[in-house]
């Protein structure tokens, strides 16, 4: 399996635009994790998906920010209007079933200008 | 907010063991300790779980205390390549249910020659 999948590696957008990542998880895992991490807060978490079901966003720091896993094999995270303190590495993890390990993708790195 | 606390810095000398401590005394009884690291802005990497016994596996060791409210991840051998912060995690895992992953600020392991 090659792994968590993100695209695009690296992203330059200007303020207002909308922004739209997306990751495809390893296959047959069934939880799906999104992370954003600045060097100031860290590596946070915004929401996470069990069997392409959201369970918990609290994370989504606003109404901007969205993610949905319309099926097992891929997922959004869009942000719309991006502003210029979006700008972090947004990383995509996922789980298999009864397993303990999360797998990361190689992250997106989003600068808004 | 993350249920862990670590050190924010630790020097190792090359070769030595590299002992990472992490207090956790608010955890319960069906929360796991997990162990990542993450290497210079690479996806974090799992290394390591356990629930009340210690564990070892090719990576690390885990040491956790008898009352469970603190743990030490163990690189016996630590080469330059270990270098990385390294988290601390207490996460749900009962009966097939997983909770979210949520990762503090860790401890940065510098291994010096």
């Known amino acids: 399996d090659a792994g968590v999948i993100q695209s695009p590696r690296h992203e330059v957008t200007e303020m207002g635009q909308e922004v739209t990542l997306r990751c495809k998880p390893i296959?047959?895992?069934?939880?799906l994790f999104w992370y954003r991490q600045t060097m100031m807060r860290g590596l946070e978490l915004l929401i996470y998906?069990?069997?392409?079901?959201?369970?918990?966003d609290s994370g989504m720091p606003e109404d901007r920010f969205s993610a949905k896993m319309p099926n097992a094999s891929f997922s959004t995270l869009k942000i719309q209007p991006s502003e210029p303190r979006d700008s972090a590495v947004y990383f995509c993890?996922?789980?298999?079933?009864?397993?303990?390990?999360?797998?990361f993708g190689q992250g997106t790195r989003l600068t808004v200008v | 907010d993350a249920k862990t606390t670590q050190p924010p810095s630790m020097d190792c000398a090359e070769g030595r063991a590299a002992n990472l401590p992490c207090n956790h005394s608010?955890?319960?009884?069906?929360?796991?300790v997990y162990w990542y690291r993450q290497i210079h802005s690479q996806g974090p990497q799992y290394i390591i779980h356990?629930?009340?016994n210690n564990e070892t596996n090719e990576m690390a060791s885990l040491i956790i205390t008898e009352d469970r409210k603190s743990s030490t991840l163990i690189l016996p051998h630590a080469t330059l390549r270990d270098t990385a912060v390294y988290y601390c995690?207490?996460?749900?895992?009962?009966?097939?249910?997983?909770?979210?992953?949520?990762f503090g600020k860790g401890t940065k392991l510098s291994v010096k020659p």
């Open positions: 995690i207490v996460r749900l895992n009962y009966g097939g249910s997983q909770g979210n992953l949520i």
């Open positions: 608010t955890i319960s009884g069906n929360e796991y």
């Open positions: 296959s047959g895992h069934d939880y």
């Open positions: 998906f069990n069997n392409n079901v959201p369970i918990d």
């Open positions: 993890a996922s789980i298999g079933q009864g397993r303990p390990e999360a797998f």
């Open positions: 356990g629930l009340k």
